[in-house]
């Protein structure tokens, strides 16, 4: 069974826009962390954003933001603003001693 | 620190053959990860290590794979004997510790099996 879901395979979002990318996740540990990776087409994986899962509050990194469900175990992304280069894959995941990655959503930011 | 460096780039080998994939982690990490990329599945991880020891290799596809972390600072990912299906990108990633910490990737191994 998958531990990190991402159902989108595929976004395509107007610049200047905002979009929105969805995730959830399913762990037995009560201490684990919650992640953002990008991949643009140079390969290279960056951190976007992270979560603390006994943080309420949900992580802003400037046009970057989450909404954090603990109960519901639902981890999306809210990009805001969207701009050319934040064309790339887009990958959900999940740190309770085993960093799991979800399969990724390709977001195509239209000029 | 350089980064995680990974070798070779690219790797084209035929059916049968073995292959071997090398990882330097950043000096000072404690966390060792290999991940396999496809376009069907995904990042899918498929052995960590800490403090050189495997800690799971649940995700390693069958006995034809093999990892080792001889130490602190290398790593290799062994596929023997390689089949078409093994075709991917190969990843190693770094963290400074198990939990909550960012974790740095190399530039991938693309691996094709003719």
């Known amino acids: 069974a998958q531990t990190v879901t991402q159902s989108q395979p595929e976004m395509s979002v107007q610049e200047a826009e905002t979009v929105t990318l969805s995730c959830t996740y399913d762990?037995?540990?009560?201490?684990?962390?919650l992640f953002w990776y990008k991949q643009p087409p140079s390969r290279q994986m960056i951190l976007v954003i992270r979560?603390?899962?006994?943080?309420?509050q949900n992580a802003t990194e400037n046009r970057f933001s989450v909404n954090f469900q603990k109960a519901a175990k639902s981890f999306s992304l809210k990009i805001s603003d969207s701009q050319l280069g934040d064309t790339a894959m887009y990958f959900c995941a999940l740190d309770d001693y085993k960093l799991s990655f979800g399969a990724g959503t390709t977001v195509t930011v239209r000029a | 620190d350089a980064g995680v460096i990974q070798s070779p780039r690219h790797e084209v080998t035929e059916m049968g053959q073995e292959v071997t994939l090398r990882c330097k982690p950043i000096s000072g990490h404690n966390s060792l990860f290999w991940y396999r990329q496809t376009m069907m599945r995904g990042l899918e991880l498929l052995i960590y290590?800490?403090?050189?020891?495997?800690?799971?290799d649940s995700g390693m596809p069958e006995d034809r794979f093999s990892a080792k972390m001889p130490n602190a600072s290398f790593s290799t990912l062994k596929i023997q004997p390689s089949e078409p299906r093994d075709s991917a990108v190969y990843f190693c990633?770094?963290?400074?510790?198990?939990?909550?910490?960012?974790?740095?990737f190399g530039q991938g191994t693309r691996l094709t099996v003719v």
């Open positions: 762990t037995s540990e009560s201490n684990y962390y």
């Open positions: 979560q603390e899962a006994y943080k309420q």
């Open positions: 990633a770094s963290t400074l510790d198990r939990l909550n910490t960012e974790a740095f």
């Open positions: 290590f800490n403090n050189n020891v495997p800690i799971d």
